[in-house]
């Protein structure tokens, strides 16, 4: 498989570059749509992670409500995600040349790789946190210390993914 050169994908995105930058109405909408699939997402994301920790220092009834709203948040994030990636690749391809020279666009994307894999991980310790036999006390004091590292770290990537984003939209 040949890859394409830079000019060539420039070439190939000259139409939607050119409705970009040539339209208020289509640059305002998809930045519009990035803005609030980060204001949604993350903050849903980052309510739960504060809600997490607060029941980490709670009880069993209190862990098991959490683990309840953790299951409930993941689909309006997963939502948001997908709100923001999409509208990410066509603020990228409206200036492909720009992005594709940035560090700030490359550290951005491992920001939000690192964001979707920890996602991953809390994802599977809650599901697992909802399996795990409340007798077994090692392995759920384990999964109980993973979740709460990948909290902490949710918390951290979306803060970091958004800096990298104001510093990559100054940056351009």
Not at 19 to 46: E, M, R
Not at 52 to 60: K, V
Not at 125 to 132: D, F, V
Request: proline letters at 2%.
């Amino acid at each position: 498989m040949m890859l394409m050169t830079l000019r060539q994908i420039e070439h190939v995105l000259a139409p939607w570059q050119s409705a970009y930058s040539n339209s208020k109405v289509i640059s305002t909408g998809v930045t519009t749509v990035h803005l609030v699939a980060l204001l949604f997402g993350g903050g849903l994301a980052v309510a739960a992670d504060r809600g997490t920790l607060r029941a980490l220092r709670a009880g069993a009834e209190e862990r098991a409500r959490q683990l309840r709203e953790l299951h409930a948040t993941h689909r309006p994030v997963l939502i948001a995600l997908w709100c923001l990636f999409v509208s990410g690749v066509l603020q990228a391809a409206a200036d492909v040349k720009t992005f594709a020279t940035s560090p700030a666009f490359y550290i951005k994307l491992g920001l939000v790789a690192l964001l979707v894999v920890n996602g991953g991980v809390l994802t599977l310790t809650e599901m697992a946190l909802g399996r795990a036999d409340t007798s077994a006390g090692t392995e759920q004091s384990s999964l109980w210390s993973r979740l709460r590292t990948s909290t902490y770290c949710s918390v951290a990537l979306w803060t970091a993914t958004l800096i990298a984003g104001v510093v990559l939209q100054n940056a351009s």
